[in-house]
């Protein structure tokens, strides 16, 4: 294999992952764990895996317990009978913690599973010990909020072709989102979005049903907001400093909205600094 290409299959080369399947309502739930130490659970984004978090393992296993999985319907999980909620892929992330007898756990989320985080951690506060929300927004108007699902919705929407212009389009949506990444970690977050289109329900409805307000205003742990600088999909983040109590901002200058990706070491850094305070 050559070099480069080994950064495509971190989930499966890694030995510091020990996989594991667990049952869950209507199907199973693909796990992964590293390390020892305080349990860390991560929750990736829509449209996406367990992969979004594994260049973090090498940098953060000697510290943490990481707990890394598959939301329902995604990467190697099950596809549910019928269309999950945040509620529901919340509930998923607890199975995880309790079929491995993880009583508290500080958690990691990007995007959409930032929201599922922020739920986690406003229904079982007695199980969170720190928050870190990724890639989240502030409060948006509802102008705002309707010009996002617009634009979210068209780019979602994929109509296969024989010459796969399809294909070669959600390409060129990832390179413009990573433009300083190598062709290897753009091909990570690319492929996770391609296989993820071919299953029956897109998370990102679910997140953009969900109302975070209250969960947001109930959060009095240490919270960590953290932003790739160049990532489209975020804005105002910085006034969600002004509802939580205890939170604190990092901003990954030149990073986009896959950061975990392709500035592992620089968003391990940071991880690492927030929950060992």
């Not at 199980?127 to 108007?141: D, M, R």
């Not at 205890?246 to 990954?252: G, L, M, Y």
């Amino acid at each position: 294999m050559k070099k480069n290409s080994a950064h495509l299959y971190r989930i499966t080369a890694e030995k510091a992952l020990k996989r594991g399947y667990l049952d869950h309502n209507d199907g199973q739930l693909h796990y992964a764990t590293a390390g020892s130490g305080p349990a860390l659970l991560f929750i990736h984004q829509s449209s996406s895996s367990m992969e979004e978090y594994a260049a973090l393992v090498p940098h953060l296993c000697d510290s943490y317990q990481m707990v890394l999985f598959d939301l329902p319907g995604h990467g190697m999980s099950s596809d549910p009978d019928s269309e999950p909620g945040v509620e529901e892929f919340t509930e998923a992330a607890l199975a995880v913690l309790e079929h491995l007898g993880i009583q508290k756990c500080s958690l990691v989320g990007h995007h959409g599973g930032a929201l599922m985080s922020m739920n986690f951690a406003y229904r079982y506060p007695h199980k969170t010990e720190k928050v870190i929300l990724s890639g989240t927004s502030g409060i948006k108007t509802e102008a705002e909020k309707e010009a996002f699902t617009k634009n979210l919705s068209s780019k979602k929407k994929v109509v296969l072709d024989r010459q796969g212009e399809s294909l070669l389009l959600a390409w060129q949506r990832y390179a413009a989102y990573m433009q300083d990444a190598s062709l290897a970690d753009i091909l990570r977050p690319y492929l996770n979005s391609v296989m993820t289109r071919m299953r029956p329900y897109d998370a990102h409805h679910a997140v953009l049903k969900w109302d975070r307000q209250a969960a947001l205003e109930s959060l009095q742990m240490p919270v960590l907001l953290l932003q790739g600088k160049q990532d489209e999909f975020v804005s105002n983040q910085e006034n969600l400093l002004d509802i939580l109590p205890n939170a604190e901002r990092k901003v990954i200058q030149d990073a986009g909205a896959f950061a975990f990706f392709d500035k592992a070491e620089d968003s391990a850094r940071i991880l690492h600094e927030f929950l060992s305070k």
